[in-house]
């Protein structure tokens, strides 16, 4: 007789989960189960036409014509649109920011305004789609600051990590993982592709207490302050004997580390005068993962403070980010301390 309590005796898809985690808040209405929800779905639309990439002819610029004479899009732009479009009309949000838009998105007119703000990163990594490397989709859910009912603001946008009432990703690798916090654990979900429905497969990961890799760009060393510099050579020297694994795909990368243990890095550096701080932007990807790490047991930092307490100034703000296993991550902060002054 199987232990009924061991969630491989059960078969559990996200809405399932999504309910379950609702009914642990008899206030809630229902609109997160429904936001994430959509989003599992953007997530599912999203796989389907990045197995394709090479067939689809979907790498190609925007505008140009497929085979059937079909208008094709950038896969990045799709994700953006997709998202978009399963979004703006559901009375579920004040506002959305996208990574691919300059500003942020209004919902329109028409349609009723809601008490959440939906961020996301559309199609991180996007340049390794072009040879087959995983990219993926990260989403990040906010109550609105100002009162409800009339149009979402900036100021919606703009909030700190710590107000995050959601995180998540899409992985769109191997297989297609969706893996998301509401704060209560991390959980994840793989795509079965022959039912359409992401299953619970990953239930309350917590990164491994033994790390096992380090990722940053070692290319960028020559551009890095003293601190970085000396941090990484205590990563690469110390006594977890470390071995680096670099993708260059944050979400590919941080899942990585997630689940096999160790720690991702992309610092500051000097290599373009005009991005001084980091290549990462702090709402589309940093603090949500930052959400993610922390309910997993890890950490995240700018190398001076966590991640979650950084108060946002501009939608595209980027920062710093250190981040995985919290006795590897957290160490970052002493050496910038203490050796760029
Ligand atoms: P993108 O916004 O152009 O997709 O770039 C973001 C990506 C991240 O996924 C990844 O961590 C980083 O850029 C890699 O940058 P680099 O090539 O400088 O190492």
Known sequence: MPNSGDFKDRITTIERHFLDEQLAHPEAKGDLTSLLYDLALAGKMIASKTVQAGLADILGST????????????????????????????????????????????????????????LYDPLDGSSNIDVNVSVGTIFAIYKRK?????????????????????????????????????????????????????????????????????????????????????????????????????????????????????????????????QPGGKLRLLYEAAPLAFIAEQAGGYATDGHRRILDIEPTSLHQRVPLFIGHKALTKPVEDYVQKYDK
């Open 63 to 118: 505008g140009a014509q497929n085979v059937q004479g079909e208008t094709v899009q950038k896969l990045d732009v799709f994700a953006d649109q997709t998202i978009y479009r399963l979004n703006d009309h559901t009375g579920r949000l004040a506002c959305m920011g996208s990574e691919e838009q300059d500003e942020f998105i209004p919902i329109p007119e028409k349609y009723p305004k809601g008490n959440y703000v939906l």
């Open 146 to 274: 100002t009162p409800p009912g009339g149009p979402g603001t900036l100021e919606d946008c703009l909030q700190p990590g710590r107000n995050l009432v959601a995180a998540g990703y899409v992985i769109y690798g191997s297989s297609t993982m969706l893996v998301y916090t509401t704060g209560n654990g991390v959980h994840g979900f793989t795509l079965n592709r022959m039912l359409g429905e992401f299953l619970l497969s990953h239930p309350n990961v917590k990164m491994p207490a033994k790390p096992k890799y380090y990722s940053v760009n070692q290319a960028y060393e020559p551009y890095w302050s003293a601190g970085v510099l000396q941090y990484v050579r205590w990563l690469q020297t110390g006594e977890n004997k470390l071995s680096l694994r670099y993708i260059g795909s944050l979400v590919a990368d941080f899942h990585r580390n997630l689940l096999a243990g160790g720690t991702f890095c992309y610092p500051a550096d000097r290599k373009d005068p005009k």
